[in-house]
Nanobody
């Protein structure tokens, strides 16, 4: 089991930027795909972004494409989510997740919460309009 701890969430004005970080420990996370998901009150958890285990491939939800950037630093066991041009609809609890399987996933698997076996406790992002 990989332990994940998110940080960086806070209150920000619309149009602003935030950088979320996820620190991993436990079983080796550097050979697992990593993802960010979010869940707003009364809504289902939704995919935000993911990065392949080697960092070469990244995937984004259409709603954040061009505004968010996911990256990873395997030497530091961290994954980051740079969020720019934030909108009120980005307000949510953001979760970091590690894939249940090591190495490569099929393209569709990156977008599926069910393919991730370890989750952090979440960090709150609130965007005021």
């Amino acid at each position: 089991q990989v332990q994940l701890v998110e940080s960086g969430g806070e209150l920000v004005q619309a149009g602003g930027s935030l950088r979320l970080s996820c620190a991993a420990s436990g079983l080796t996370s550097d050979n697992r795909a990593m993802g960010w998901f979010r869940q707003a009150p009364g809504k289902e958890r939704e995919f935000v972004a993911a990065v392949s285990w080697g960092g070469a491939q990244t995937y984004y939800a259409e709603s954040v494409k061009g505004r968010f950037t996911i990256s990873r630093a395997n030497a530091q066991n961290t994954v980051s989510l740079q969020m720019n041009s934030l909108k009120s609809e980005d307000t949510s609890l953001y979760y970091c997740a590690a894939a249940a399987s090591r190495f490569a996933l099929s393209r569709s698997d990156y977008y599926s919460a069910g393919k991730y076996g370890s989750w952090g406790q979440g960090t709150q992002v609130t965007v005021s309009s």
